[in-house]
């Protein structure tokens, strides 16, 4: 068998037919007409109230942490199984990490431990939605309104799933959202900042300009631009949001690909659950699925290990996924010393299998077939 990468990403055909589009149009640096057709499509798509393109998912998520004007020590509750960008966007504020764990069956941060993590310090709420599974955003927003906190949505994960019928990234007061390669819809690097709260429509356009007033003033709002706050360089090339622009066009399709071969994986896998091989990460009520990720949870690091080596050995690339922050070596000298076993456990445990929009039924029936072999050992 040829080697199964973990990821590929997949050209819709027209992605360099409108990159090249963009040089013609002359105008290849931020917010040119690209860039405005993506914001136009998640805004009539989705209804979020604005978007703004950025240069990835961890820049959208520095712009909350300006937009929320943290200052140091100000404290920001998150979930520690999580990629490093949630938590260095706070940290660079000089933001104080209270980690929370997660839920016992999923990923995602469990809502009944956020409360008693919240002093008079707390400034924001930020969630992650975890394989693009929904956190339970009816428990949380009742926490933040009874707190008078800021929700931060990290849904570098979540484009185009649901919480309750509401679109991921419409859900707090700002977003985030990855098109790095191994999103679903991709741009190579790239991500968007959504606000949803008007307060903050202004000041995002002027944090993303490095702190000037300079999309106003192309729109005829001022007659001169200046720089009127702390911001940075934010922008990505009208030719990345090209390049998104024709994967946008494609989405349906692109998504009905992916949750295929999500139900296959699913269908195929749950008898050696149901055998408690490893459990699978549940779809809560509540949540929808994107077909973002397919994950098993082993029982033990050993067996998730000997997973692995043995899938390596059949040349199909199965990885591993976040190392609990709480844990890490840059993070744990600032940590409260509290135990998350459920972090813990994923960091631990959880396998995630290949899963791309060209994954061939072939090539899912072999990896299906050695995940087999292997527990039936």
Known sequence: MQKIPFNKPYMTGKETQY??????????????????????????????LKTLLTTSCTDALEMTALLLDLKPNDEVIMPSYTFVSTANAFVLRGAKIVFADSLPDHPNIDPDKIEALITPKTKAIVVVHYAGNACDMGKINALARKHNLAVVEDAAQAVDSFYKGKPLGACGDLSAFSFHETKNIISGEGGMLVINDSRFAKRA?????????????????????????????????????????????????????RKQIWQTYFDQLQPLAQKEHFTIPPIHDFATNNGHLFSVVCNNATDRENLINHLRSKNIHAVFHYLSLHKSPFYSPFHDGRELPNSDHFSDCLVRLPLYYELSEYEQNFIIGEIKAFFGK
């Open 205 to 257: 356009e002027i944090i993303r300009e490095k702190g000037t007033n300079r999309s106003a003033f192309f729109r005829g709002e001022v007659d001169k631009y200046g720089w009127v706050e702390l911001g940075s360089s934010f922008l990505p090339s009208d030719i990345i949001a090209a390049f998104l622009f024709a994967q946008l066009e494609n989405l349906d399709t692109i998504q009905a690909r």
């Open 19 to 48: 990159i090249a589009e963009a040089v013609g149009r002359g105008h290849i640096s931020g917010d040119g007409f690209f860039t405005k057709q993506c914001h136009a499509f998640f805004e009539k798509k989705y209804n979020f």
